[in-house]
């Protein structure tokens, strides 16, 4: 379940920590999504869900290679470590064990995008600069597409009460 607390707080966040913090948390969710996208695999899950966690993992890429260029375009000196909730701790997102929990991983990383996009969403609304203010909602709307695309393959992977049918518990 995402934690709304968590985001609240970080819209609390000056637009450049809120940035600093989010480019961090972009390399986090390509690492996380990397990593169940090789356990899919060496389970041998079906094809889609590894591709699912690949492109996540990519697109997770390409966005902080985007934050990062953004920043040191706009903002003077490294950028800074900035504390706060970690991907577990917004989304709940857990380890894949084995086929049937696959659908929870899904919902996870479901939630996962959405939160990714209610924070691209704030950093727009904090940036006063039109062309960060263009990219962030660009990236937003990644976000939604990664939405889309994770709803439908949870529709398509056939799952009854969230164990996909087929599959012996």
Not at 1 to 10: A, K, R, Y
Not at 62 to 75: A, I, P, Q, V
Not at 136 to 161: K, Q
């Amino acid at each position: 379940m995402v934690d709304l607390e968590g985001v609240s707080l970080l819209r609390e966040l000056p637009l450049k920590e809120l940035l600093a913090y989010w480019i961090s948390l972009e390399g986090d969710k390509a690492l996380l999504y990397e990593k169940l996208s090789e356990k899919a695999k060496g389970m041998e899950i079906e094809g889609a869900v590894c591709d699912m966690f690949k492109l996540l993992s990519q697109e997770a890429r390409r966005h902080e290679r985007k934050l990062r260029n953004l920043y040191t375009r706009n903002f003077e000196g490294d950028i800074p470590t900035v504390n706060g909730p970690s991907l577990e701790e917004l989304s709940d997102i857990r380890e894949l064990e084995s086929e049937n929990d696959v659908f929870a991983v899904l919902k996870c990383a479901l939630e996962l995008e959405e939160v990714a996009e209610k924070i691209y969403s704030i950093l727009a609304e904090k940036a006063d600069d039109e062309t960060m203010k263009a990219v962030f909602l660009y990236l937003g709307s990644t976000e939604r597409l990664h939405e889309r695309a994770v709803e439908s393959l949870i529709r398509d992977y056939r799952y009854h009460n969230g164990i996909k049918e087929g599959v012996k518990a």
